[in-house]
């Protein structure tokens, strides 16, 4: 039988064969042909710990450190170690409970494992540190860990130099091979973002082995492959911070910008936003509780209306129409108008400010005196120049004049998202009345700086720039330097070292326009405006807008005769020019050439910084968010009293008292709402719905219902008496 | 492994003994490659004693001297208590329902104190392949005979059945290797081609998309009808078996498969037989589960092939050479659970890549060959028999065990013979080698 069955000892041998084939082959598959499981090995095993370098500072042009790198530190617990630890005390340092505290710690277990450190309080206060380091001890699985934030000594220029933030998914998406990952912290704006890449220098790497847990091991191959951290390189910028924090303070209560740039290298000297913000407020631990009350602000303080606020120039404008009817040749500096109030060739009425004939008889005397009718004429003569034919082409014409004087384009200052305002296309314009149909009339009032034209602080004084440099300017930017500049470097800052020359107009033309402009300081609307010592050129503007009163706005530049700080000023509804703008522009001035402001002006600095020259609709919207605020609290504590309060009738429903002492603090609580908010409609609805719920009780507790009757029997009473 | 004694080494076949040694070798560096930490003094540790390849180191030396008894033994020893010692492991297997101990939700081991414990079901292997070479070299039996071969079947099932009732599905599946064994002594092939194509045909149900399925199967059943056409002509029950066999092929793939898999297993077992083909098992299908959830248990989890990936990564990051002894990184981030046990093939394959396992595996074919060829001289049915049973079982346990791992067979608790952590396993296949031995030395002798 065995005999019989002998051939089948090779079939079983076939078929262990057989198997051990398949088997190679799935081996081979495996490990050969497939490298995803390499991949996947060095994903589960080698964590890679990034060793942040430290941000590169930027300095101003006295190479003061406008913001610094400091230490903040990390409450970090790694659950599974956590036993044993104090948490009453713990809870009572941090001003937490011990439901949070064990909410929170469910939520790192659950987000991030329980044997891995995780962040349990972030960005810890100075004195929170110092307490928690002394009591460490209690804390077993609690550790302090340190990292780096920024803080700024002189507390200003914040929408200038931006912020640091932790990046987002959105951000991750945008910057994917910028090899940035979750938890890491970026420029998110200012000169934080576009200097990014410079200031936060190379992150090193340290590879480690991790087991199963996530639990370090050592490290991957000896750090072999580890790389150090670089640290980022400093930038050095020509703001000067002493002005910057002067501007600031002048601005304070109003809306409006100021923007100071040096017209022989396009440094940027001082540039402010108001309403402006504390720069510390937005970092460490002070952003979460700012930055959401920030962003809702009405008045939109991280808004740098500098380089985004778009207003008319108004008279401010009208230099820069004389230069390019000069440059044109449609006018010589004695070309003289002859206006008595009014300009009326157009049908519809300029005004002007002055009746006395011979106030514009020539270009010097128009400026000084802002004629109206005068550089509405020589618009019109650009616009009608026959040289071109007929008005759209010439409006073409001056409008190429306008964006080689940097209006209506961006500019390309190194911040992030500057708006290019607007000088009209002649698209506009056929939209608005018809291809052809328009002329130099339609359009007249663009020639003193309104209609459709806008532009940004920024470009103001940047045509300042170009009048005070007699024709050529630099970028406006910030950046002079970088510290060890690189090629990468030289190429970005190639752009804010190269003159462009806007016109090639002869001296004579410039200076006509130089001393129209210093007798505007002398004799003409700026002539209350002194800067002591100093000699120098300015233009008013009172812009009219469709917000409100008009914007008040000041141009300037000075000294007359060797420019090295052109200002451009403007304050929102305040009405004169020469009122409020004005006398901020020649602090800026003053404080930048003498280095120090007068002491007897320095009362005048106080005043102006004290002015509240914000629009009313703006202030009613703060007490508005106030109210809401306030009566939010109150019904927030409402509803913990009436929670406590079904608390204790469900534990004990006997006891009466309890249960009568609230709803009489509800009602009285409702009482101080109303008196809060007497005429605040916002909140209104709110109160049927509570007084709703406040029934429900009734039905449900007919004694403290009963009790509410009497408290409102009580009140009427009060009331009448 | 044994004494140089003459007359105890008398016959021994010395390749086998090599290929036993080498492989528990191997087995011991496995377990020291999954226990190794940097910065340890491992040599200390070894001496302590604590660690697994000190203790696996323990078992060696145990199962040395348990082998040396055998071979100095006497060879008509084993036919006398084959029977008894079968009936002694299905009562012990028994008793522990009732005294056994529950070991990672097993009821299927017998605390035996100083924190050993004996897994009955693992020694009845031994017992079984003993009883069932005595019950095949009976003089008078006639294995052509369905009632014989139906007692031999009933003998292997025994055990597996009360194995499956301690819920150690592996080791029941074990026995099934006996069936070829059985094979080779003139069961009929079609058992075990119907068994395989029945195999595939569940494989084949669970990777191919049922619709397309079904269609093959019918076309294959036309194609089939066509080319024999004329035979069905003449013989009409030719179509009706073809017939008959497309049917039950299309039910069980529609039917019974599913159902088996909602209904007889429970979800964790659908899910690794799922995920060993690369497919993940809703539990919310299962019977098991519904029921689970009903009483208000646990909600069903999301399906993990956390296994299979980790012990795939760790054998395909090896690569062609390996990462080198100790360099594996999923073996010394402990990714793969079980690694010292079940898993153990994972180290082997990360630090010594394909190169290695390849190897390793030729050194077990060796050894399997070696087996047969040592069955096929001998003079006795017993002798041959017991042969065939302890290459069986240990060609069943290598190749589950390494499909499982390389992701070609579900995960089931089945040890890597000689290399896997654990006394049990470690001294059951030392005493089935050895017995072997003992037999072969006396391969001239006709033993009953």
Known sequence: MSVFNQSRSRVVQIIFTLIFVVILIQLINLQIFSSKYKLAAENNAIYRKIIYPDRGIIFDRKKKAMLENTISYDLVVTPVESKGTDTLSLCALLNIDTVEYKRRMREIVFKYTAVKPSVFEGLLTQELYAKLYENMYKFPGFNLTDRSVRTYPFNTGAQVLGYIAEVDTSFLRRHKEDGYEMGDYAGMNGLERTYEKVLMGERGIKRFVRDNKSRIQGAYENGMFDTSAVAGRNLYTSVDVEVQQLAEKLLANKIGSAVAINPKTGGIIAMVSSPNYNPNDLTGSARRKNLGRMLLDTARPMFNRAIKGQYPPGSTFKPLGAVIALDEGLITPNYGYTCYGSYSNCGVVVKCEHKNAGHAASLRLALANSCNSYFSQVFRMAIDNPEYHNSTLGYLKWKEYMNKFGMGTTLDVDLPSENKASVPDTAVYNKAYGKNRWNSCTILTLGIGQDKMTATPMQLANMMCIIANKGFYYTPHFVDSIEHEQKDDTLFLAKYRRKHSVIHTSDTVFRAVHDGMHDVTVYGTASEIKVPGVEYCAKTGTAQNPHGKNHSLFVCFAPKDNPTIAVAVIVENAGFGATWAGPIGAFIMEKYLNDTIASDRLSEVERISKADLIPVAIKDWYVKKENQRQAKLILEAEAAKAEMNAESKQSNSEEEENSEKIPLGTEKDKEQLELILPDNKNIKPLLPQNKKDSSKKKNTNTTSALLIDDHKKWLAKKSKA | ?448
């Open chain 2, 1 to 448: 492994m044994s004494t140089r004694n003459s007359f105890v080494s008398k016959g021994v076949d010395w390749t086998i003994v090599t290929l036993y040694a080498i492989l528990v070798v191997i087995g011991i560096l496995c377990i020291f490659m999954v226990e190794y930490r940097t910065g340890t003094n491992w040599l200390q540790l070894f001496l302590g004693g604590k660690t697994n390849y000190s203790k696996q180191l323990i078992f060696a030396g145990a199962c040395a001297l348990i082998a040396t008894f055998i071979l100095l033994a006497d060879s008509k020893l084993f036919t006398a208590f084959a029977n008894l010692t079968y009936v002694f492991g299905i009562l012990l297997m028994i008793a522990t329902f009732v005294i056994g101990k529950d070991i990672k939700g097993s009821k299927s081991w017998i605390a035996l104190g100083g924190g050993f414990n004996l897994q009955p079901a693992e020694l009845c292997k031994i017992f079984t392949a003993l009883a069932l070479a005595k019950y095949m070299s009976m003089q008078n039996l006639d294995f052509t005979k369905k009632r014989s071969q139906l007692i031999a079947v009933g003998i292997v099932l025994l055990p597996a059945l009360l194995s499956r009732l301690q819920h150690e599905t592996g080791l029941a599946l074990v026995y099934l290797s006996f069936f070829i064994a059985m094979y080779r002594e003139g069961l009929p092939a079609e058992i075990l081609v119907i068994g395989i194509s029945f195999g595939a045909l569940v494989v084949a149900t669970l990777t191919v998309d049922p619709n397309t399925l079904a269609i093959t199967l019918t076309i294959i059943a036309a194609i089939l009808l066509y080319v024999l056409r004329r035979q069905i002509k003449r013989n009409s029950k030719l179509l009706m078996i073809i017939i008959a066999t497309w049917a039950i092929c299309v039910g069980i793939q529609r039917f019974a498969v599913p159902y088996i898999f909602n209904n007889v297993f429970e979800c964790y077992q659908s899910q690794r037989i799922y995920s060993a083909v690369g497919k993940d098992y809703d539990c919310n299908q299962n019977k098991h589960n519904k029921s689970e959830i009903a009483a208000g248990a646990k909600a069903s989890f999301k399906p993990d092939d956390y296994n299979v990936r980790q012990s795939k990564i760790a054998i395909g990051s090896g690569g062609f050479k390996g990462r080198g002894f100790l360099k594996g990184t999923q073996t010394r981030g402990k990714y793969v659970p079980a690694q010292h046990t079940d898993f153990i093939f994972t180290s082997l394959g990360e630090a010594f890549g394909f190169l290695g396992c390849a190897t390793f595996l030729l050194i077990y074919l060796f050894l399997l060959f070696r087996i047969v060829n040592i069955a096929e001289r001998q003079r006795s049915t017993f002798s041959r028999v017991y042969a065939y049973s302890v290459a069986s079982i240990l060609f069943f346990h290598i190749t589950v065990n390494v499909c499982m791992t390389i992701g070609l067979f579900p995960i089931i608790g089945i040890a890597l013979p000689l290399i896997s952590y654990g006394g049990s396993s470690l001294l059951t296949f030392t005493v089935l080698i050895f017995i072997l031995l003992r037999l072969d030395a006396d391969r001239q002798m006709v033993l009953r």
